[in-house]
């Protein structure tokens, strides 16, 4: 499996796949968090939902690095498609990881606030949890499920506004109208203040293991 997420991130790189989605995710924390004086949490909520729109992105960039061909080859040395899913979904959140530092980092040195352990909790497990559905979501609109580019574009845009805006769909929209609300400008807030975005992370965590279980059933027909 080590080898399979190392050849799956290598081909990301080597396509160059992740610029899009990373130049994206870039521009939206730069018009969204600069120099925004409001409280941090409600900042990081606006980094979680750039990071929710990028991660679709990067995941349809990584299951498709590979043409149709690469895809039979690489099934054949892996053998199961589920491995193959989760290398996708790995890789996937492995760089994500790393653009939640950005994330993370970007609000505090563009902006001024209050700067509290509590609140870099709350940013890391939001930016974690839209990363986590994101993924999901990607696989998804990827190949084998979706194989035209502009069907999967389409979609990819759809289920974003869905997870999104409709509120009574966990865990993103109720995280983020959590993280928006008036409770959240308290610069007094404590670690147990943390405790509830964790039940919103293995939500995240549940949708993407649902999203792969999908995507592993539809590719195992197709392929």
Same mark, same amino acid.
């Given at each position: 499996m080590r080898a399979l997420i190392r050849y799956t991130l290598a081909n990301l790189f080597v396509s160059q796949r992740f610029v899009p989605p990373t130049f994206l995710y870039m521009v =939206? =924390? *730069?018009? =969204?968090? $600069? $120099?925004?004086?409001?409280? =941090?949490?409600?900042?990081?909520a606006a980094a979680g939902g750039s990071l929710l *729109? %990028? $991660? /679709?992105?990067?995941?349809? %960039? /990584? *299951?498709n690095a590979?043409?149709?061909?690469?895809r039979w080859v690489l099934l054949a040395n892996a053998r199961r498609t589920s491995d193959i899913v989760i290398a996708i979904a790995a890789s996937a959140l492995l760089y994500e990881v790393a653009l939640i530092g950005i994330g993370l980092v970007y609000p505090l040195a563009t902006g001024h606030h209050t700067v509290t352990v509590s609140g870099l909790a709350i940013g890391a497990i939001a930016e974690l949890t839209c990363a986590l559905v994101g993924t999901g979501v990607g696989l998804l609109c990827a190949r084998p499920v979706i194989v035209r580019t502009g069907v999967s574009t389409l979609a990819g845009i759809a289920m974003v506004l869905v997870v999104l805006l409709v509120k009574a769909l966990p865990p993103v929209s109720p995280m983020l109208q959590r993280m928006t609300s008036g409770s959240a400008a308290r610069t007094a807030l404590t670690l147990t203040d943390a405790v509830p975005y964790v039940g919103f992370a293995i939500l995240g965590a549940a949708a993407l293991y649902g999203c792969g279980l999908l995507a592993h059933r539809v590719g195992r027909r197709r392929d």
């Open positions: =939206l =924390l *730069a018009v =969204l968090t $600069s $120099s925004d004086p409001g409280p =941090l949490v409600t900042v990081y *729109a %990028a $991660s /679709v992105w990067i995941t349809v %960039a /990584v *299951a590979e043409d149709p061909v690469g």
